[in-house]
Nanobody, 114 residues
Framework: EVQLVESGGGLVQPGGSLRLSCAGS????????LNWVRQPPGKGLEWVAT????????TYADSVNGRFTISRDNAKNTLYLQLNRLKTEDTATYYC???????RGQGTQVTVSS
């Protein structure tokens, strides 16, 4: 059974930082490109970032480019998202996502507020 478990969310002030983690199991972690997606309160899912199988290639949504960094450790079956210079509009539930078929964990809540 494929499992993805996100952690690391919390309440942070604007301009602050957080590091999210996602532990994967039940599939060959290193053979999948992986995504982070998020769902702001009352809105639909939006794509945040994608990382290639090796971690060499990354792409970001314009709204987070230059502030967020996606990375992975295939030896630990773990995906990361470093969130810097957070803004109130980054408030959302963040999910890691494995494609084909799309599978997400339970999510971790990030709240940016003063």
């Amino acid at each position: 059974e494929v499992q993805l478990v996100e952690s690391g969310g919390g309440l942070v002030q604007p301009g602050g930082s957080l590091r999210l983690s996602c532990a994967g199991s039940g599939f060959t972690f290193s053979t999948y490109a992986l995504n982070w997606v998020r769902q702001p309160p009352g809105k639909g899912l939006e794509w945040v970032a994608t990382i290639s199988t090796s971690g060499r290639y990354t792409t970001y949504a314009d709204s987070v480019n230059g502030r967020f960094t996606i990375s992975r450790d295939n030896a630990k079956n773990t995906l990361y998202l470093q969130l810097n210079r957070l803004k109130t509009e980054d408030t959302a539930t963040y999910y890691c996502e494995k494609p084909s078929p799309a599978t997400r964990g339970q999510g971790t809540q990030v709240t940016v507020s003063s």
